[in-house]
């Protein structure tokens, strides 16, 4: 695919993708949600090369919340499966590409298979330095964030920080992503309006795009208007666009709302 039509030095640091829609997909077509999910991986394919491709450093792919695990027991069965074998089949790429790949959410209720090919690439790829994929397995925002202050609030009471050195660094820092930036630019795909309890501490300023194409059907093409909308944007980040340097600012809150 011709990528010229992107700015390579306006691109994103970092892009999350809530991936939405392969049960939809499969029902669409007359076929069993899991067909749908295997499809999707697909997807995953493309835009982890894509990203790749264009230098993009981070990547962060929201394959499973903690409220999934309340779907029916065969659709997440067959998930996990197809989340082993996507990891198995992946993993010499990985190598070959220098994609380092990291997991966060609750791994402690994932099938021990699941968690014993999760470490495994994981430390295969630590050194890998060309890119970083971080995969959201049993993962919640809110979770997240109850985590980050429980581990604040230990160390607290433990003399390591007084309750003044809290800040937001300090919190950025003890969150699930870490040292990752936070996202530029959030894709959902399916044309749903929420971001479904993902990422709610990092996205604060995070460009959304919502496309309602189903992830099973999102490739390159899709990935390209995604990242070239991006580029049309002003991020303001609270300033007004006389600040910035463009006279065509709107006045009060609109201009106000970064």
């Known amino acids: 695919m011709d990528l010229s039509g992107l700015d390579k030095s306006r691109l994103p640091r970092h892009v999350a993708v809530i991936m939405d829609g392969n049960g939809r997909w499969a029902k669409l077509r007359g076929k ?5 999910h295997r499809r999707g991986t697909a997807s995953v394919r493309a835009v982890v090369e894509m990203s790749r491709k264009l230098g993009i450093p981070y990547l962060s792919l929201y394959a499973f919340s903690t409220e999934n695990w309340f779907r029916p027991q065969d659709e997440v069965s067959a998930l996990m499966g197809m989340l ?12 070959r590409h220098g994609i380092r790949l990291k997991a966060i959410g609750n791994r402690r209720r994932l099938p021990p ?19 970083t994929v971080l995969l959201a397995l049993s993962y919640s925002g809110r979770d997240d964030i109850v985590s980050m202050v429980r581990q604040i609030a230990r160390d607290v009471k433990e003399g390591k920080y007084s309750v003044a050195a809290i800040d937001e660094r300090l919190i950025a820092r003890r969150v699930a992503t870490g040292a990752v930036p936070d996202p530029d630019l959030l894709i959902r795909t399916s044309g749903e309006m929420r971001v479904s309890n993902f990422f709610l501490w990092q996205i604060a300023y995070t460009e959304l795009y919502v496309t309602p194409t189903l992830w099973p059907d999102f ?10 909308d ?29």
């Open 32 to 36: 069993g949600r899991t067909e749908g």
């Open 84 to 95: 082993e074998h996507y990891l198995v089949a992946e993993q010499p790429k990985m190598m």
């Open 113 to 131: 298979s699941v968690r014993r090919i999760l470490a495994h690439v994981e430390r295969l790829t630590r050194r890998n330095h060309g890119m």
């Open 219 to 228: 490739r390159e093409p899709q990935y390209f208007q995604a990242l070239l």
């Open 230 to 258: 991006f580029q049309r944007r002003q991020r303001r980040f609270g300033r007004t666009d006389e600040q910035l340097g463009n006279g065509n600012g709107a006045d009060g809150l609109e201009a106000d709302a970064g």
